[in-house]
């Protein structure tokens, strides 16, 4: 057995963050936050951050990741007056730049630090601005960071150390060209930090172009899910079926207190969302990639601060959110890739609290489901369909039963249909044929001989 399924958010043998030997100024700011000890991630990577070799942190979203590479990465840090960054934050999403950017300002209230968030989709003059007033740690997007370096806004010759976080979501997102631009255009001295939450094979072939004798770190293997979120799962006969059951269970609120509703497509977020909004119309929120950055950042602000109880959201866009509390994660469709499904369930029974997790499979998902199951190496438990919920008859175009056309025009051996009739001379493609050309090809119709090399060759 991997011997580092056994390190799990609750069996830390650090008791404190002073035994880290950490300089006051990050204990106090730590303090403040009321954690109470290091998480494994943190007391693993710590060490190994501080040692300057370049490492690799294999850990889901609500296992303390983020503090585990800013800890030892502030230890070091000393106060600049340099307007040249030191340290390169990469991330895949405009949320997570956001929610690293915030984390690290609480990790540095008693330090001085500027830290700065870079992501497109917004003015980058306004960032420009930013960068030339002098920074220490920039967080950002691989797509805006790179047009920053490129016209210079972003001086790169002081960056020492490089974290990538959530690297298998970037590469999932396509940003394997731009990541590579980056690095060369970085100093290669410079110590690299990377954290997935899987190991996928491009995150290896990553490591292997880039990483120089890696140090890995990994807490929990994937698909290992926390243990404290309780698994469930209901059989439903179709999406509107779905509809109805997410009905009746988010109408009790005292146990759905805060929910996200994962789902696959944003067409079909869309759909869900304006199914819900009857019942739930002021408790509702929907993110997915087309809505824009502001409607995405208010939306999450206003399921985070208690204003909405309910956030439909897609996979990519919704990993790497810090949201507290969730009470349940309900996965209204079976991800096909099992990985998606712990990435969805890491929402909830976050920072050592409990959560739960509601699944909703129909019978052209029961693969998904098992596929989950093997992944875990636990079954989910099933909960009987509540006969309260009506079943509904009503099929969505992509579940109703295709129907194939049959070709009513038969073509006869000899039919002179548009399609087959020969071009005409005056429509023939021309050569311009040499006159020996031209007897060759004479001698090969006639002899119905090969005329080029290439056709001889097939011959
Ligand atoms: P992350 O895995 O970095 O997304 O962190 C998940 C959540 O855990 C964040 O909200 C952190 O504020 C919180 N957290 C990080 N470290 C600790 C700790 N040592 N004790 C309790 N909570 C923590």
């Known amino acids: 057995m991997n011997e580092h399924l056994e390190l799990s958010l609750h069996s830390s043998s650090m008791n404190s963050f002073e035994e880290l030997s950490i300089k006051k100024s990050l204990l106090s700011a730590i303090s403040d936050l009321d954690f109470e000890k290091p998480t494994p991630i943190q007391k693993e990577a710590y060490p190994k ?18 503090l585990a590479y800013t800890l030892p ?23 997570l730049v956001v929610q690293v950017v915030d984390q690290i300002e609480l990790y540095t209230k008693y330090m001085t630090v500027r830290i700065t968030g870079i992501f497109g989709g917004v003015n980058i003059k306004t960032q420009q601005v930013l960068l030339s007033e002098g920074t220490d740690i ?8 790179y047009d920053l370096i490129l016209n210079r806004s972003l001086q790169t010759q002081d960056i020492k150390k490089l974290v990538i976080d959530e690297v298998d979501i970037m590469l999932d997102l396509g940003f394997r060209f731009q990541l590579n631009n980056i690095f060369e255009l970085l100093p290669s001295k410079r110590q690299n930090i990377m954290f997935s939450a899987t190991m996928t094979e491009d995150v290896h072939a990553l490591i292997e172009d880039n990483f120089v004798d890696p140090q890995t770190i990994t807490i929990s293997v994937s698909g290992t899910p926390l243990d404290n979120i309780g698994q469930s799962c209901y059989s439903v006969t179709n999406f509107y079926t779905k509809v109805n059951l ?68 897609t996979d990519v866009i919704a990993r790497g959110l810090d949201l507290d509390d969730i009470s349940h994660v ?29 699944l909703l499979y129909t019978v052209e998902e029961e693969n ?17 369909f509540p006969d309260e ?29 548009p399609s087959f009739h020969e071009k005409k001379d005056k429509n023939k493609k021309q050569y311009n044929l040499s006159g020996g050309q031209k007897i060759k090809l004479k001698k090969a119709k006639k002899y119905k001989k090969p005329i080029t090399r290439g056709s001889k060759r097939k011959k």
Do not use: C
Not at 50 to 65: E, H, M, R, Y
Not at 138 to 144: I, Y
Not at 368 to 384: P, T, V, Y
Not at 389 to 406: A, D, M
């Open 389 to 417: 919920v009506k079943i509904s008859s009503k099929l969505t175009i992509e579940e109703q039963p295709r129907i194939i056309e049959k070709n009513h025009h038969k073509i006869s051996k000899h039919s002179t249909g």
């Open 49 to 66: 951050i501080l040692s300057g070799k370049n490492v690799i942190g294999i850990a889901q979203t609500g296992t303390g990741k983020t």
């Open 368 to 384: 998904s489901k098992m596929a989950i199951e093997n992944l875990m190496d636990r079954k989910i438990n099933n909960i009987l």
């Open 246 to 313: 997410l009905n009746f269970l988010l109408k009790d609120r005292t146990t759905f207190q805060k929910v996200v509703v994962f789902i696959n497509s944003k067409k079909n977020a869309d759909r869900l969302f304006e199914e819900l909004k009857p019942s739930f119309w002021n408790e509702l929120g929907v993110i997915h990639s087309n809505k824009s950055q502001n409607n995405r950042l208010a939306t999450i602000e206003r399921f985070d601060d208690g204003h909405i109880r309910i956030l439909i959201a």
């Open 330 to 358: 309900i996965n209204f469709d079976t991800p096909k890739f099992p990985e998606n499904y712990i990435h969805r369930i890491g929402r909830t029974g976050r920072a050592e609290k409990s959560g739960n997790s509601i």
């Open 73 to 95: 990465i502030l230890q070091e840090l000393k106060y600049s007056k340099s307007f040249k960054p030191r340290v390169l934050i990469i991330v895949p999403t405009r949320e």
């Open 138 to 145: 920039v967080v950002g997007t691989p797509g805006r960071l």
